[in-house]
């Protein structure tokens, strides 16, 4: 079968829009027809070369679709389920995915330097050459042969565009608050950079009746939209100093947890100087590979303050992303607030620029049909 896709044969080139060719799924996998697909900013990493990826390559990780085939032994899905990408895979079987940690599976770390599905092969073909899967996902196209592990059912009254978002930023930010902070009702947190996922950090900090609940940024426009999800107070960090600001609004002590959310070292110091004694930094945005954070070493001993990182909302997106939805069409989550604008696949550099001027909280590709 052919599919347009956005395909990327060079850091730092725009996406090309072409056909490309789709193989069959074999044992265990299945075909997803995405309808929609979330422009996050991690797929960007791999477009600026910040975190190596193999090209040519199909991005998009945040996606929702309809299952359209499936291989032999498929048992979890059928066709014509509603589905999520699950971008994290877990083999089901290491010591990690059998003691809850699925979300740091190896064969994961394999299949995104791979480019590949979890047998190391792609399903993606262009002119007869191999072109390969984002962390064996790939939503930036039409439709992609994936592992049955790599989608999660979901209820069919949840819309395409909004289930798509919850499959990456609002799982990775409400799960950072909920599960990686574990924050209690009356405590305070601290995000930093109030993008997709930061939203959904301030959204899990108002889910748990957490106050203050502190948004920093370097937007206004963002910060406003930040109250719209909970935020009680707001430190714009360019003509303000957040960690003087952050004491001020915690009594002096600073903030039971910050969130980093942006993925830069010198923002993590200032996570790290915001929270007080026994606090917690919780570390969520992604950084360039090479990285590094100096952080403070006394502090860190005699305060017993913490430093974690957090993936996938901390959480089994397979527990974590079901409720959520749940909560979506309960009313009670923002999502509405959260989908600023819908892009067609052909405007999917267009998207990316809005992305890094800051212009929008979360766009999606939708698919026409
Ligand atoms: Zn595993
Ligand atoms: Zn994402």
Redesign the pocket.
């Known amino acids: 079968m052919n599919v347009r896709a956005a395909v990327l044969y060079e850091a730092r080139k725009p996406l090309v829009i072409e056909q490309v060719e789709v193989e069959a799924p074999k044992a265990g996998e299945v075909r997803v027809r995405w309808m929609a697909a979330?422009v996050?900013h991690?797929?960007y990493h791999a477009m600026s070369g910040d975190l190596p990826a193999r090209t040519p390559i199909v991005l998009g990780?945040?996606g929702a679709g309809v299952v359209d085939a499936v291989g032999p032994g498929v048992t979890s899905v059928q066709t014509g389920d509603h589905v999520v990408s699950v971008?994290k895979y877990s083999c089901g079987a290491c010591e990690h995915c059998r003691s809850g940690w699925g979300r740091v599976c190896p064969v994961s770390v394999r299949m995104r330097a791979e480019g590949s599905l979890a047998d190391g092969t792609c399903r993606f073909r262009k002119d007869g050459r191999a072109v390969h899967h984002h962390l064996g996902v790939s939503t930036f196209c039409e439709a992609s042969v994936v592992a049955e592990r790599s989608v999660l059912k979901i209820r069919e009254e949840m819309p395409f565009d909004k289930a798509a978002v919850v499959s990456?930023?609002v799982v990775?930010g409400v799960g950072a608050v909920i599960n990686g902070a574990q924050a209690r009702p009356g405590e305070s947190v601290v995000i930093f950079g109030v993008g997709g996922v930061g939203l959904n950090a301030v959204q899990g900090a108002a889910l748990v009746n957490a106050d203050p609940i502190i948004a920093v940024d370097l937007v206004d426009g963002k910060l406003a939209t930040a109250k719209k999800f909970g935020a009680t107070h707001l430190i714009n960090a360019a003509t303000e100093d957040p960690v003087a600001r952050v004491r001020e609004m915690t009594r002096g002590l600073g903030a039971h947890y910050a969130i980093e959310a942006i993925g830069l070292p010198a923002v993590a110091l200032q996570a790290f100087d915001c929270v007080r004694a026994g606090g917690t930094v919780v570390m969520v945005g992604l950084s360039a590979a090479q990285a590094t954070a100096a952080i403070p070493t006394i502090p860190l001993v005699t305060q017993e303050k913490k430093l974690a990182g957090s993936t996938y909302g901390s959480s089994d997106p397979r527990d974590l992303v079901p409720r959520l939805i749940d909560l979506s069409l309960a009313g009670k989550l923002n999502l509405d607030d959260l989908l600023s604008r819908s892009y067609r696949l052909d405007q999917i550099n267009e998207a990316y620029d809005a992305l890094l001027k800051g212009e929008v909280a979360r766009s999606v590709i939708a698919f026409a049909r």
Do not use: P, R, V
């Open positions: 979330g996050c991690s797929d990780h945040e971008w990456c930023a990775t």
